[in-house]
């Protein structure tokens, strides 16, 4: 019996010691993945302070800083560049597709995820095929409608542009999402004095709220980093947005500002992750429930 017992202990450790370095290897591995993916904001971060002896220097430590740190560059981005300005715009803008987009796609998905109609499926694939046309393939066309609609240099241009790529793909989320509600929902809703608008409203948006969730990072992120549309519909300054006045500004010729391009990248794209790693659990399960669901 006590040879039994040591070899049971014995095991029993064995698959301890496993364990433990199974679960050491995957957060490893995690933490080093994580290390991968930062290392770009981390040299963008170090980059905006350094001077322009450490940074054109091929011999010194891209990451450490070589000489004494300075702030000029991360100063001449805010104080004689309207970088302010283009933050606001790409936010007027951004707010503006992301309430267009939920009021033309909601309403499209939820009539083509409960209408019982045979061309129900083909019309969402054909709204989601849309999305997939190349924007060049466009520009002629939306060119000649924000001209004859006298929106050449303003925001509406991109404004009124915006949508056509950000709606159709958002309509094909929505729709699987939609379609996991049970009919049962909102007919209980109506039965209790609500009309359909009323029902879909009240007992059906708190349900889809992961996928309008996953819509509004997906529309405000494309906003903000589109590029095409941006430069060729606006090009007065004060009008321009953070992916089109920041190159605009900050390259000159062959002159780049190079501390001031990155620490404009670093002030952009730090805000735009940290709001998406917040809701990102309700992302991640509006992207794949509306997958599945499809």
């Known amino acids: 019996m006590t040879g039994q017992a040591e070899e049971d202990e014995r095991l029993r450790r064995r698959y301890a010691l496993r364990h433990v370095a199974a679960r050491g290897g995957v957060y490893g591995s995690a933490v080093l993945a ?12 170090v ?29 001449f981005l805010f104080d004689d560049t309207p970088f302010l300005t283009f933050v606001a ?7 503006a597709v992301v309430a267009i987009t939920l009021l033309l796609a909601l309403p499209a998905a939820y009539s083509l995820a409960r209408l019982d109609r045979p061309w129900g499926t083909p019309m969402g694939i054909a709204i989601f095929m849309v999305y997939l046309v190349p924007p060049s393939l466009l520009f002629l066309s939306l060119t000649r409608v924000v001209v004859r609609l006298h929106l050449e240099d303003t925001l509406w241009s991109m404004i009124v542009v915006y949508p056509t790529i950000t709606v159709p793909v958002s309509v094909w989320l929505l729709i699987g999402f939609l379609r996991a509600v049970p009919k049962d929902v909102e007919e209980q809703a109506m039965v209790d004095g609500y009309s359909r608008l009323g029902a879909f409203a009240r007992a059906v948006l708190p349900l889809v709220f992961p996928g309008i969730v996953a819509v509004v990072v997906f529309s405000f992120t494309l906003t903000a980093s589109e590029f095409v549309y941006a430069l060729a519909f606006v090009s007065a300054s004060p009008q321009m947005v953070v ?8 390259v000159r010729g062959d002159v780049f500002f190079w501390q001031s ?13 940290f709001l998406f790693n917040l809701f990102l659990d309700r992302f991640v399960t509006g992207f794949t429930m509306g997958a599945v669901k499809t």
């Open 243 to 250: 992916s089109t006045g920041v190159p605009t500004q900050l």
């Open 261 to 273: 391009l990155q620490a404009a990248t670093v002030v952009t794209a730090v805000p735009i992750a």
């Open 47 to 75: 980059s905006a302070f350094k001077q322009n002896q450490d940074l054109y220097n091929p011999e010194s430590n891209p990451f450490f800083f070589n000489k004494p740190a300075t702030p000029d560059h991360v100063t």
């Open 34 to 45: 994580a290390l991968v993916c930062a290392l770009p904001f981390l040299w963008s971060l």
């Open 89 to 95: 715009n790409t936010l007027i803008v951004g707010a």
